[in-house]
């Protein structure tokens, strides 16, 4: 087990953890940091003295319940929907690849990929607001066509970590869907 940290397309810190279970199945987890509680003071204060001010012109009471509603469903909102905690691949060569992604809120979507439908996992690049970005994904077979590819489905779409990052998970994975 060891645990790296890295960083992600914004220069924000984020951490590579790197389990192997056998030597046909490893773990990798990567975390970004916590939700901040001074940055979430400082948009409900703004949003707050927004809805005062307009108070005190309007003097309307409304405003200021309506602001604080809005706060609080925004903030559910974001924490239960935006926010990952977490994302982890889980590659075994008998059986497949797992995704998850568990949120700050604690919810989980897990997804399933057979090895039969895996044609390869790759690090492809796309442009990404005026810059290059990289990203791994896993290449699907095409049923019909074996030797073409039917969809690309990316990895770490939250946590978008750099290619240092990425080519560490990349090399691991490819060890694994090399052995037979």
């Given amino acids: 087990m060891e645990d790296e940290a890295f960083t992600d397309i914004n220069g924000k810190s984020i951490s590579l953890d790197c389990q192997s279970h056998s030597s046909l199945c490893r773990e990798f987890t990567v975390s970004v940091p916590k939700v901040s509680i001074g940055k979430v003071l400082v948009y409900t ?44 691949l889980i590659v075994i060569r008998s059986l497949g690849i797992q995704m998850c992604s ?12 057979e090895m039969n439908k895996i044609k390869d996992i790759v690090i492809n690049e796309a442009i990404y607001m ?4 990289y990203y791994l994904c896993v290449l699907l077979k095409d049923p019909s ?24 998970v990349y090399k691991s994975c490819q060890e694994i869907l090399s052995k037979c």
């Fill in 45 to 88: 204060c703004c949003v707050w003295l927004l809805a005062y001010a307009v108070f005190c012109f309007t003097e309307n009471t409304a405003v200021l319940s309506s602001a604080i509603m809005v706060t609080l469903v925004g903030m559910m909102l974001h924490i239960h929907f935006v926010k990952v905690d977490h994302e982890s």
């Fill in 102 to 113: 568990c949120y700050a809120s604690g919810r989980e979507t897990t997804t399933f990929i």
């Fill in 130 to 133: 005026h810059q290059i970005i």
């Fill in 145 to 168: 066509e074996p030797e073409a590819v039917s969809s690309v489905v990316p990895l770490f779409q939250s946590s978008k970590p750099r290619l240092n990052c990425l080519v560490k």
